[in-house]
């Protein structure tokens, strides 16, 4: 029942973000919203940014379950994005508030699990020397993480996203190529 009631606050959070931003949402509104008082709410949460943060990791652990064969930068920022696009509102409401360090946070935890999980991918089979592929998780790790934060910094442009993938096209192979000089 905890856990249920829990998942009921927090998508009472996400429902009221995707209406108005983080400053404009109280305590108040959300107990009224699920029917509980306030107390119940603070046996989950202490305090409304322990619940933007809950809220962050779920989203994060969510992707994160579900991209585990990325094989290309491109889908690694996809995967970071996906999140994004989905709740789009809700997420430039979080992303716009004194609580944006939360949500980078997880966007930053999100973009390392994917390009681990690219390295990890593109390196089965070689042998690859650790602290190169430490290397090239962290680069891709910050240009994920920087991609995205310029994309919703413009207010999750489509041009910025078909740049995006332009580059992508134009830098194919090249992944593939710094893992196998790592090996020479």
């Known amino acids: 029942m905890a856990s249920l009631t829990r998942k009921v606050i927090m998508e009472s959070l996400m429902k009221q973000l995707d209406e108005r931003p ?6 108040k509104d959300i107990v009224e919203d699920c029917g509980i008082n306030r107390n119940t709410f603070y046996y989950h949460f202490t305090d409304l940014p322990d619940l933007v943060e809950a809220v962050m990791k779920e989203e994060a652990d969510r992707i994160m379950r579900g991209y585990r064969g990325i094989s290309s930068l ?5 995967a970071a994005m996906q999140v994004c696009v989905e709740h789009k509102r809700a997420l ?3 992303y716009n508030s004194p609580n944006r360090d939360i949500y ?3 966007l930053l935890e999100v973009c390392e699990y994917v390009s681990i999980a ?3 991918n593109l390196t089965e089979g070689m042998t690859v020397p650790e602290e190169d592929k430490r290397a090239v998780i962290q680069g891709y790790k910050c240009e994920c993480f920087g991609y995205i934060v310029n994309w919703l910094n413009h207010g999750m442009s489509q041009e910025l996203r078909r740049q995006f993938l332009r580059l992508c096209e134009l830098r194919r ?6 893992l196998r000089r790592s090996m020479a």
């Open 118 to 120: 690219l390295v990890n």
């Open 22 to 27: 983080l400053s404009k949402i109280s305590i």
């Open 74 to 78: 491109e889908e690694c920022i996809d």
């Open 104 to 106: 980078e946070r997880y």
């Open 173 to 178: 192979g090249m992944t593939e190529e710094m």
């Open 92 to 94: 430039l409401h979080i």
